[in-house]
């Protein structure tokens, strides 16, 4: 890994209910705090900075976030041979966005390095940690498909009807509307239905 590039997020500063703000959270929600220990660990490792991507005051819970997207683009696009952070909560709203963001490099040959739980994709054991995190990922998917069969299946057994409600159509507007003379596509249009809807019902 010769070329990285580095992410940082930063939340919105929190007041105290009297207004006031305390340093200390002004220092947490300072992206130049991770960013200087990010560009210690490349300095250290002998690795390049391509770039340094920051999203400040923007919540963790979403996935989509400004320069995280353009990170992947980047990405993407072939930018650099890494992607390192601080912590996985800075790049990862949970666990399955880490997982899906982790495929998606492992796809494109980048490796991904979180400082504080030392893990790094580019060594043997990082491999495996990604190796593990894929398999519960894929268990848990596994569980949700299960989990839905199983319960459409019980509905079905209660005799209730899956899907959307059938449409509703009026037979006696439709052959008042017929014997003017209009053809079904028009007479769908004047009743707001789809032609399929009226062949179905067998009046068409």
């Known amino acids: 890994m010769k070329s990285v590039a580095i992410y940082a997020r930063v939340s919105t500063v929190r007041k105290a209910k009297d207004g006031s703000v305390d340093e200390a959270e002004i220092r947490k929600q300072n992206p130049e705090v991770q960013l200087t220990e990010l ?91 990604f190796t593990m995190l894929s398999a519960i990922g894929e268990f848990e998917r596994s569980l949700i498909v299960d989990r839905t069969k199983a319960g459409l299946a019980y509905t079905r057994l209660k005799g209730t009807r899956l899907g959307a409600a059938p449409l509703s159509v009026d037979t006696d507007r439709y052959r008042t509307l017929r014997a003017t003379g209009l053809s079904n596509r028009a007479i769908a249009r004047e009743m707001n239905v789809c032609e399929s809807v009226l062949r179905r019902r067998k009046i068409a």
């Open 39 to 129: 560009r210690a660990a490349c300095a250290h490792r002998g690795i390049q900075i391509v770039e340094e991507y920051v999203d400040s005051g923007v919540s963790g819970a979403k996935e989509s976030r400004p320069a995280l997207d353009r990170l992947m683009t980047d990405a993407s696009a072939g930018k650099f041979d890494g992607v390192m952070v601080v912590r996985f909560d800075r790049f990862a709203r949970s666990t399955k966005h880490l997982l899906k963001a982790l495929e998606t490099f492992h796809s494109l040959h980048i490796d991904f390095v979180s400082l504080s739980e030392g893990i790094d994709t580019s060594t043997p054991m990082g491999k495996m940690i």
